[in-house]
């Protein structure tokens, strides 16, 4: 299974996304430079995280006007699956794959910490073997990760099942004490309508290894492993 | 010529200039002179001092008089290391003072061809809670780290800050760098072979930064406001790319020189490549990329323009490294070529501008400075101890949340400390960061500084932060093997001021000796002071340590973790309370006996805990320092808001009052949690090695419970004194 990791001008994590990929089993993980055309040869796309052309103007939005999104757009509509990690996220809403808005922390700085989210819908191909109502610790580092959606949009979101992650406390409640920058709803990844594009704040290639956390955890692996277990399921149909 | 332009060159060393040349220099040929001898580029006051500093182990691979230091970690790879501050640009404009200094050891590591793996931020300010100056640089700062930090993709894993009202004009910014790579891609600053191509790369030569080293050698005044143009432009995303594109050149085999432009500009870089590769060098200025047009030869020499690469290349190699800088966007343009005169010549249009030796260029006459006592040291000695307060309880309260001894979680959580996914212990956990290497080993990184204890004694002071980064790295599992020195003082023409720059680097030198660590890098900064107070900084030596972890089962952090554990203490407390916090902060008293370092003590202290850690008997340990024992223990219960049960009279002391043994900064003591099973073991195993060492109490329920055999002294709950210690920052700054 190929798996494209798109890389930008400024991406930065898409090295550590590879990394994280190469650990599972049978996925071949590729480093596309930006200027690539033949994006249709691989299975899956993930937009790294990172600062894409510095994040100059608005986080995100040039590397949304650079000609390989038209390709990432198109492929989109043809149901391919697609996961855009923080600025990836950020690409996402601003090439308009994505509702929403991805505004300034409430805090006004940027925040690196480790978070708990819950998983609200298991439609997506990134959640597909997820439990829903389930737990992942998985770190967050953003500047502009404050998701926001007009009220009546936000009610399509949860008519239509958009809502992917959500950040909750301890007791698995999506409090204000564990919303870490602002997010209506404290909602940190959504999907598109059909489910197949999915964007979030949480770094879940930073979550795959236990030892780097502090919980001793696998849980952005999770994510991963999803995606291949729908791709199996895909090819069996 | 001479009398049109500013030099900072003592009549002296312009005498020699006229004698070593047997002419007049031009103006062109004087403004490179003056920079590249100013004291920020040439190293002339400090060189002979540093020597003492030792360079060599089996590690070493470079030691100091490169870009960065490079040690060998095993399986073909190597780490190099260094450290930089921007003191001054930083005083001005905080933000882009701080970011631009991680652009410049940024640069110091790539520039070995290695990868930038973590950025470590040591910071000095003024007192935040009584000055809104002070608050004003701290918060910008901050701000000018993460931001370039962040964007760049290097996560920032370290650091520590230091409040002192001698840094109240003068904060101290230091930032230092680790980068990993293959050893068979080491490249150095130099150029070997003549014909090869000089490629100079990355940001246009504007005007800013112009005269940043001279701006640097000198002391702050009032007017230095006006010298904003003097600080750099970031750009952290050109910078990623120059990252990327510089790492990807490397591969190729074709690079045979690389050299960042910082300090100095192009003067400084081309006279150094071919200076150190027994070379000349020879470059046309009409192919310099210029961001202003009309800019004169002096400026484009001199100008400190950030984010620039000078590449030094075999001619084959040209076509494809071309097409890399084209694949990243990054203009470059080859602005001349190496030849065998051993002369730095610089052409405009053909015509010969400046024609100087590079040897001499790079290598400024040593200067030999006075030194002498000063009389304070003697006088602040001897003071008397303050009376011992009636209540301790607040004592404690006020040292938990001052500024010196607060959490730090307010500035590392607006650092991207995760990226690159090779953090595995993370700001806040333990007394030094680990990180995850290629070759299945990990990497310990502190770094250390104490401005209180080297004003009093800057012999020990010094020897003291070695001292302590050493502990850092041997509490979570470490071995030190390498460190890289920063050295900040105030004027050193001044010779008081002098006197502790020798004595501060005699300190760190006899530790090095004796531990076998060597010094593998480092920087000078003086003229930290300012004509507005009139006073120059407390001295002080940072110094950052790396150790080495072999095993992923070695790591240890600080938090306490199991109810009924022992909890033991390692090492004598002494009543050493000169330059503590608990003298200058509670009692607001600068004097006394400062933390001796017992350099045979240390030795046999490493080899104990080396035993304790590889047969894996502890399940935390903490060093014991800032703060002294009472706050080291409290930050141990607070990860897991696990309380314990502690006798202080159990505690091995000598001549200790309670206030003493609860805030003396004593050196050479670390607090560990055992199981009870292995109390027996690191009881024989320091008894062997002549080390104090007893169980003081366990780890129990939620509360902070101390005691003098049956008489209480604190019981607080966890919770309510980690609300007290988090809080303090946010609150300083007015955000709570």
């Known amino acids: 299974m190929r798996i494209a990791v798109i890389r930008f001008p400024g991406s930065n994590c898409d090295l550590d996304t590879i990394e994280a990929l190469s650990k599972i089993p049978n996925v071949e993980p590729h480093l596309i430079w930006h200027e690539d055309n033949e994006l249709h040869k691989y299975d899956a796309i993930i937009l790294p995280g990172g600062f894409s052309y510095g994040d100059y103007l608005r986080a995100g939005i040039i590397a949304a006007h650079s000609p390989i999104m038209k390709q990432v757009k198109n492929l989109a509509e043809k149901g391919m699956p697609i996961l855009g990690i923080c600025n990836g996220f950020q690409i996402l809403i601003e090439a308009n794959l994505l509702p929403g808005a991805l505004l300034r922390n409430n805090s006004l700085k940027f925040i690196c910490k480790w978070v708990r989210v819950r998983v609200e819908t298991n439609r997506t191909p990134f959640t597909y073997t997820l439990n829903k109502g389930s737990f992942l610790r998985i770190p967050i580092a953003h500047n502009e990760g404050r998701y926001f959606i007009p009220k009546s949009e936000l009610k399509d979101l949860y008519k239509y099942d958009q809502i992917v992650f959500r950040y909750v406390d301890e007791l698995g409640k999506p409090s204000n004490k564990a919303n870490p920058n602002g997010s209506i709803d404290n909602i940190a990844g959504i999907c598109n309508r059909e489910g197949n594009v999915v964007g979030m704040m949480p770094h879940p290639e930073r979550a795959s290894q236990s030892i780097l956390s502090p919980y001793y955890t696998e849980d952005g692996k999770k994510i991963f492993e999803s995606l291949i277990n729908y791709m199996r399921m895909v090819s069996l149909c | ?736």
């Open chain 2, 1 to 736: 010529m001479l009398k049109d332009i500013q030099l900072s060159l003592t009549n002296n060393e312009i005498r020699l200039v006229r004698k070593m040349l047997g002419r007049e220099p031009n103006q062109l040929e004087w403004a490179m002179i003056d920079t590249e001898w100013s004291e920020h580029t040439s190293y002339k006051s400090s060189k002979k001092v540093l020597k003492l500093l030792p360079t060599k182990g089996r590690y070493v691979v470079i030691g100091p008089g490169y870009d960065s230091g490079v040690i060998d970690v095993g399986n073909d790879y190597i780490i190099t290391l260094h450290i930089e501050s921007h003191n001054h640009p930083s005083a001005i404009d905080p933000y882009g003072g701080a970011a631009t200094g991680i652009g410049g050891v940024l640069r110091d590591i790539i520039c070995m061809g290695t990868k930038p793996i973590a950025l470590i931020d040591p910071l000095r300010f003024g007192m935040i809670n009584k000055s809104d100056h002070s608050k004003w640089l701290f918060i910008n700062v901050v701000r000018g780290i993460a931001d370039y930090g962040n964007c760049v993709g290097v996560p920032t894993v370290a650091g520590e800050v230091e409040f002192d009202e001698s840094f109240e004009r003068n904060c101290l910014v230091d930032v230092a760098c680790i980068g990993i790579g293959l050893k068979k891609h080491l490249i150095l600053a130099e150029a070997r072979y003549p014909n090869d191509l000089l490629i100079l790369a990355g940001g246009s030569t504007g005007r800013d930064g112009i005269h940043g080293v001279t701006f640097a050698s000198k002391v702050l005044s009032e007017k230095s406001d006006e010298e904003r143009s003097a600080v750099q432009v970031p750009d952290p995303f050109m910078k990623k790319l120059i990252i990327d594109a510089t790492l990807e050149i490397v591969e190729t085999g074709y690079v045979r020189g690389l050299k960042d432009l910082g300090g100095g500009g192009l003067t400084c870089s081309l006279s150094e490549i071919a200076a150190k590769g027994g070379c000349g060098v020879e470059i046309h200025l009409e192919k310099v990329n210029l961001r202003e047009p009309d800019m004169s030869p002096i400026e484009i020499m001199l100008s400190e323009s950030q984010e620039r690469m000078l590449f030094v290349v075999k001619k084959e190699g040209l076509e494809k490294i071309s097409k890399i800088f084209e694949k990243y966007d990054i203009p470059y343009s080859i602005i001349g070529k190496v030849t065998d005169d051993g002369y730095l010549t610089v052409k405009m249009r053909g015509e010969v501008l400046a024609r100087l030796p590079a040897k001499m260029v790079a290598n400024a006459p040593i200067m030999h400075k006075k030194s002498r006592k000063p009389e304070y040291i003697e006088l602040y000695k001897n003071i008397k101890p303050p009376e011992e307060p009636k209540n301790l309880d607040e004592v404690f309260l006020k040292l938990l949340s001052s500024p010196n001894l607060c959490s730090r979680e307010w500035i590392y959580r607006q650092y991207d400390h995760e990226v690159g996914i090779r953090t595995i212990i993370k700001p806040g956990q333990a007394d030094a960061a680990v990180l995850k290497i290629p070759n299945e080993k990990f990497l310990a990184v502190t770094s250390d500084g104490n401005s209180k204890h080297c004003y009093l004694d800057p012999y020990y002071g010094a020897a003291g932060c070695m001292a302590e980064a050493c502990r850092n790295i041997i509490a979570v599992g470490g071995k030190p093997i390498a460190m890289v020195d920063h050295c900040q003082f105030g004027d050193p023409n001044k010779v008081d001021v002098y006197w502790t720059f020798v004595e501060a680097v005699r300190g760190m030198a006899d530790y090095c000796k004796a531990l076998h660590i060597p010094c593998v890098g480092g920087k000078v900064s003086f003229y930290n002071e300012d004509t507005v107070t009139n006073s120059a900084i407390k001295p002080s030596p940072v110094v950052m340590v790396v150790g080495l972890i072999n095993n992923a089962k070695y790591i240890t952090d600080m938090s306490l973790k199991m109810v009924n554990d022992a909890i033991m203490m390692i090492g004598l407390t002494k009543p050493e309370m000169g330059g503590s916090e608990y003298y200058e902060y509670i009692h607001n008293l600068i004097g006394g006996i400062v933390p001796k370092v017992d350099f045979q003590f240390e030795k046999r202290l490493h080899k104990l805990m080396d035993k304790i850690i590889k047969k894996r008997l502890a399940k935390a340990i903490h060093d014991c320092s800032k703060g002294g024992f009472a706050i080291g223990l409290v930050e141990m219960c607070f990860p897991n808001n696990l309380g314990v049960e502690v006798d202080c009279s159990k505690i091995p002391s000598i001549n200790c009052r309670l206030d003493e043994l609860l805030f003396s900064e004593t050196h050479g003591r670390f607090i560990i949690e055992v199981s009870k099973d292995n109390v027996e073991d690191i009881m024989e195993l320091a008894s062997k090695m002549n080390i104090e060492c007893n169980v003081i109490g366990r780890v129990c329920g939620n509360r902070f419970k101390l005691k003098m055999n049956d008489h209480d002294i604190f019981n607080f709950s966890i919770k309510e004194l980690k609300n007290i210690w988090s809080q303090a920052l946010p609150k300083y700054l007015g955000e709570i």
